[in-house]
């Protein structure tokens, strides 16, 4: 089992930039994917992001490609988003996820963080 906590949230004008990080806890930090959901009031969590055991792959949904990055630092049982040139609409709670392997949806990760909320202004 693995606990997960999000920090780096808050708020931004449209066009600049935040980093997210999420801490495990646990020493098996590398035996899971990582992934980075969101969810706007009304709306559906989705997904963001997600990264392989070893960081070797990763995917974007299609509306923060080239603009978001995952990464993870497995020595210090980190996963992270930066965000740049953020817009309005990437307003949202943000939630890290863990999985056995490496998935999109939410249904593919058991373990989720508390959320940090990102806010972009026009």
């Known amino acids: 089992q693995v606990q997960l906590v999000e920090s780096g949230g808050g708020l931004v004008q449209a066009g600049g930039s935040l980093r997210l990080s999420c801490a495990a806890s646990g020493r098996t930090f590398s035996s899971y994917a990582m992934g980075w959901f969101r969810q706007a009031p009304g709306k559906e969590r989705e997904f963001v992001a997600a990264?392989?055991?070893?960081?070797?792959?990763?995917y974007y949904a299609n509306s923060v490609k080239g603009r978001f990055t995952i990464s993870r630092d497995n020595a210090k049982n980190t996963v992270y988003l930066q965000m740049n040139r953020l817009k309005p609409e990437d307003t949202a709670v943000y939630y890290c996820?863990?999985?056995?392997?490496?998935?999109?949806?939410?249904?593919?990760?058991?373990?989720w963080g508390q959320g940090t909320q990102v806010t972009v202004s026009s």
């Open positions: 990264i392989s055991r070893s960081g070797a792959s990763t």
């Open positions: 996820a863990a999985a056995s392997l490496t998935a999109t949806t939410v249904r593919g990760y058991a373990y």
